[in-house]
């Protein structure tokens, strides 16, 4: 059973369309340093995705009734260009872009330690330029790439990676057809040091089995795209 | 684009393994958040470093420091966070009868009150003294738990700036301007004829001739050019 139609995106070898097996990820690149009157930056292109996060702070919350007395605020603000889609994004935020950056927020906060920093407030700006499938993803593991670059102190990265179901098989990282067509997405946010959870999303249906199977690859990937956070982090800008 | 540090994923496949410090050896190497430091038996945890269930554990990205038992990571690229006796150079961002509060880069202005001032102020005079705008070399005094701080501008050497010019520079740079033992820095200060004053807040005042400031400034945009590869 075909979800969306019958449109038949792996064949019996489980090869996908764009030539991918079934655990494959899409091609990454990761660069930090990337605005420079920011405090942190990272840029991250993955697939024909493309994140650039600018993270400021930690500074003086304002206006002052949004400050806490014992802990920090994140601000988070998720944001797709006009230009990232083939059809022109209205600007400013929607209900969509609202939820990501809520869901950003939720997850960042469990690794930043917000207690170090009272009354104040870190500022981090998501700025999707090119969209495919799995912008959620991009942002959320950029943004953590960006915060370790402005020096704030974190228990853990996040790498944030989905996978989902198409034509009844179980894949990882799905592109845009993929996201599209097929039955089930799975994204998830993961601490790659203790494989620890913060963020975790399912849209559409997968049985027990298939969660699992979902689960293990976003696992694994998440271990390999680290790998890249590391070198992104320690390979460039040092002294 | 042009030279920047980039980690790329080619074929999926590849680079299995891929560099990046190994959890347990310490020295002088890079880690970033979340990285295991080993056990915690024995040592103690500085800046940047936390102890989680009988494990060190790094908190911010930068450099592994080793002094005696203590393990602490130096970060950076960071926002300055003012410390009790820093020399900083602050500007004055508003005053009231009998305080200034004094702009430090760091995330919460400091307050400098009149008591701690230059020589005799008046009550209510404060702004006839010292104005907003105007730059002060100052001391970081204390530091309370809220980020609020209070700066003293008494003490050797600590003045209001009427002349010169007041530079910035990202804070981990600082090191390389003075060079070890100060060295670099005592060596820009023959050469360009100037006088130098290095704040720990990463802000410098730079005083003397036109050309030697200059020529210092030049230096500077240098060395933070190379910082970052050589862009921008």
Redesign the interface.
Known sequence: MGGYGDVQMIDENGVRADG?GPG???????????V?VA??SCRMTWGTNEAIVAVY????AHPRKIQR?DRAVLDVAYNMAPFSTTDRMRPGFNRRSREVSKVTQDALES?V?LEL????KIRVSIEIVSAEAGTRCVGLTAASVAL??????????VVSVASGKINDVVVCDLNKEEDNYGEADLPMGI????GELVFLQMDGDLSQDEFKQAWKYNMDAAQ??H????????????? | MNG??????????E?K?????QGNKRGEN???????LGDSEGFEAGH?V?V?SGRL?A?????LREKGKSISIE?????YIPRPGDLVIGFIEGCTNNLWFIELGA???AILPMSLGPGKVDFGGTRSVMDIGDAVLCRVQEVE???SSVVTMKGMGLRKIRSGVVEEIDP??L??IIGKGGETLRRMKAETQCRIVVADNGRMWIDGELDGILDVRNRLSAISRD???G??
């Open positions: 991918r494959d990820i899409r091609p990454i690149t990761i660069e930090t340093g990337v420079p405090d942190g702070g930690p500074m003086e007395q690794v330690l920093y009272p009354r104040s370790a670059d402005a020096g704030i102190p974190m228990t853990d990265l601490m790659p040091n203790s390999e795209i790998k890249l956070m590391v070198e992104a982090l320690n390979g460039g800008d040092s002294q | 920047g540090p980039v980690a790329r994923l080619d074929n999926m496949t680079k393994g891929a560099a990046g410090p890079l880690v970033v958040p979340g990285d295991d940047g936390l989680m554990k908190l911010k990205q930068g450099k970060p950076i690229h960071t926002r995330p919460f202005n738990e809220t980020h981990h740079l090191g390389r910082s970052r590869g862009r921008n």
